[in-house]
């Protein structure tokens, strides 16, 4: 399914189905190939925005 695909890809499938709840109904059309693709779980702007490892301050002081 579609949640299990956006799970592999390393997303929280919440904030994945959130994204699309709130984004697809926004697109004047979805008939086009290019719009539905951008919301795929592989695009890399989904990746950025579901991402299951959001970083911390914490994250980040511990790497320096």
């Not at 004047?28 to 919301?39: D, F, M, S």
């Not at 779980?41 to 301050?57: E, F, Q």
């Amino acid at each position: 399914s579609l949640l299990e695909t956006a799970k592999r890809h390393g997303l929280d499938a919440e904030k994945y189905m959130t994204y699309l709840l709130e984004h697809l109904p926004n697109e004047e059309t979805l008939a086009k190939k290019e719009v539905l693709e951008a919301y795929l779980p592989w695009d890399k702007n989904i990746k950025r925005a579901c991402n299951t490892l959001r970083k911390s301050k914490s994250d980040v002081v511990d790497l320096i």
